[in-house]
């Protein structure tokens, strides 16, 4: 599909679609927004189940395409637009490592961070998609010791969605915040795009408190 049809994302102020946010925001690429009030419930209304059955955000349309789950999104639009440098192509070594950080965060982190939230007691870690907490947290942070950033040298598309998801989990202190996090978050947070989504994201929540 060309990356000149429109793209809408489904956002709601302040949740995971945030990060979808910001990465359109370092992509520099126009968009547009279809923001919705999750404390009224607009993501669970048939409208929006249309989109995605889930009623999660985000989501994006592109053209006739529906885009749903933050990983998806994060490789689809990276990818749609090379010229910003936010994904290694496809012969560049850095490909599956790329790879690998994007889905280790669906499938190891979040799984993770969600069993410690709710203090249930973790599968086996022969069971567990993510072994257990300690192991999933060791491997991330000596990759992050590495640095500057996840892959090294090279800002990625990976940095924008773990900047987004080591912000609210060391927030809600369900991550701690280790030296190697903190220096990272704090390199990330001199980005201009970063701004432009908090002040975004500050704006459509005022609207609806
Ligand atoms: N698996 C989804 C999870 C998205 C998700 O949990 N989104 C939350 C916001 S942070 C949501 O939409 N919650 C609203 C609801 O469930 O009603 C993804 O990775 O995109």
């Known amino acids: 599909m060309a990356s000149d049809e429109q793209i809408t ?8 679609s945030s ?5 359109l925001e370092e992509l520099g690429v126009p968009y547009s927004l279809h923001v919705m009030n999750m404390k009224a419930g607009e993501q669970r ?4 189940l ?4 889930m009623g999660k955000v985000p989501a994006i349309r592109h053209g006739e395409a529906v885009i ?3 990983v998806a999104i994060f490789i689809y639009l990276a ?10 192509a496809l012969n560049d070594p850095l490909r599956g490592p790329y790879l690998r950080w994007l889905v280790y965060y669906a499938a190891n982190f979040e799984p993770a961070l969600v069993d410690r939230a709710m203090k249930r007691e973790p599968a086996p870690a022969a069971m567990s998609p993510y072994g ?5 947290l060791k491997t991330l942070v000596t990759q992050l010791s590495k640095g ?3 892959l090294g040298e090279r800002f990625t598309a990976a940095d924008v969605l773990w900047g987004s998801g080591l912000t609210w989990t060391t927030m809600f202190k369900l991550v701690p915040e280790l030296p190697e996090i903190k220096a990272y978050l704090e390199r990330l947070s001199v980005r201009p795009a970063l701004a432009r989504t908090r002040a975004k994201d500050a704006e459509f929540a005022a609207a609806y408190s």
């Open 79 to 88: 990818d749609l637009f090379p010229e910003a440098g936010l994904a290694p």
């Open 45 to 48: 209304e048939p409208a929006y």
């Open 9 to 16: 994302l489904y956002h709601c102020p302040n949740t995971r």
């Open 50 to 53: 249309g989109i995605n059955p």
């Open 19 to 23: 990060g979808s946010l910001l990465l």
């Open 148 to 150: 500057p950033y996840l």
């Open 68 to 70: 749903t789950e933050q």
């Open 132 to 136: 257990d907490y300690d192991s999933m």
